[in-house]
């Protein structure tokens, strides 16, 4: 149907609430900082964790001509992977390393190396890297900002994430820094929700506890 025809067609409007602009006072009293976060992943206490970014998306458009004008369309948000660090920690009062951790759940859900592929066995399986394994493998993946009384005030939800990578830092005689482990993860969708102190509207706004980093360990 051509663009000049369409002058009469309706419009629904879905009268979207326009949300208040946020007070200046708190932006000089109560600005965020970076270090007021918890990242939940099964098996890695929150301690563990160095940094993890927050998801983020770009919405592709495709351009339209019509005579002299360009016009842009949106078409799709495409978002963006995300990666996170975890501190490797070696000791006897845990039951894995950290890379060892990360392993198993590829091994154990997802991957089979070579050797271990036995193409004549019916009762055992061969993995194969399929997309639910991988996601299982993962486990929920959240994050959590918090406030300084310990509250949370946001938390991002990536549905479907599972690993697309894994780096150790090099190991090297010329430095004493801390040895980590970088891990990219992709996802279809992030999840995002806000909630309000204790006395706010949202009934859900919850509490979180520091955690106990006196006893952390890898579980």
Same mark, same amino acid.
């Given at each position: 149907?051509?663009?000049?025809? !369409?002058?009469?067609?309706?419009?629904?409007?879905?009268?979207?609430?326009?949300?208040?602009? +946020?007070?200046? !006072?708190?932006? $000089?009293?109560?600005?965020?900082?970076?270090?007021?976060?918890?990242?939940?992943?099964?098996?890695?206490?929150?301690?563990?964790? #160095?940094?993890?970014?927050?998801?983020?998306? @770009?919405?592709?458009?495709? *351009? /339209? #001509?019509?005579?002299?004008?360009?016009?842009?369309?949106?078409? @799709?948000?495409?978002?963006?992977?995300?990666? =996170?660090?975890?501190?490797?920690?070696?000791?006897?009062?845990?039951?894995?390393?950290?890379?060892?951790?990360?392993?198993?759940?590829? $091994?154990?859900?997802?991957?089979?190396?070579?050797?271990? +592929?036995?193409?004549?066995?019916?009762?055992?399986?061969?993995?194969?890297?399929?997309?639910?394994?991988?996601?299982?493998?993962?486990?929920? =993946?959240? /994050?959590?900002?918090?406030?300084?009384?310990?509250? &949370?005030? !946001? *938390?991002?939800?990536?549905?479907?994430?599972?690993?697309?990578?894994?780096?150790?830092?090099?190991?090297?005689?010329?430095? !004493?820094? +801390?040895?980590?482990?970088?891990?990219?993860?992709?996802?279809?969708?992030? *999840? =995002? @929700?806000?909630?309000?102190?204790?006395?706010?509207? @949202?009934?859900?706004?919850?509490? =979180?506890?520091?955690?106990?980093?006196?006893?952390?360990? &890898? #579980?």
């Amino acid at each position: 149907m051509s663009f000049f025809f !369409e002058k009469d067609r309706k419009v629904t409007n879905y009268n979207y609430p326009v949300p208040p602009n +946020l007070p200046r !006072e708190n932006a $000089l009293t109560e600005a965020q900082q970076q270090y007021r976060f918890i990242l939940n992943i099964s098996g890695i206490d929150a301690a563990y964790i #160095k940094d993890v970014q927050r998801p983020s998306y @770009t919405l592709q458009t495709q *351009e /339209i #001509k019509l005579l002299n004008w360009t016009s842009k369309y949106p078409k @799709t948000i495409d978002w963006k992977d995300i990666s =996170f660090t975890v501190i490797e920690v070696f000791s006897k009062e845990v039951i894995n390393s950290v890379a060892g951790v990360f392993m198993d759940k590829l $091994l154990y859900t997802a991957y089979d190396t070579p050797n271990l +592929l036995n193409p004549q066995s019916i009762n055992v399986p061969n993995k194969d890297l399929a997309k639910r394994d991988l996601i299982d493998s993962l486990g929920p =993946f959240k /994050i959590r900002i918090l406030n300084p009384a310990g509250d &949370i005030v !946001e *938390e991002w939800v990536l549905r479907n994430a599972f690993i697309v990578g894994m780096t150790p830092t090099q190991v090297t005689y010329a430095s !004493e820094d +801390l040895s980590t482990l970088s891990f990219n993860v992709t996802y279809d969708w992030a *999840e =995002f @929700t806000f909630f309000k102190d204790s006395g706010g509207n @949202t009934p859900n706004a919850r509490r =979180f506890s520091s955690p106990n980093f006196n006893n952390a360990s &890898i #579980k």
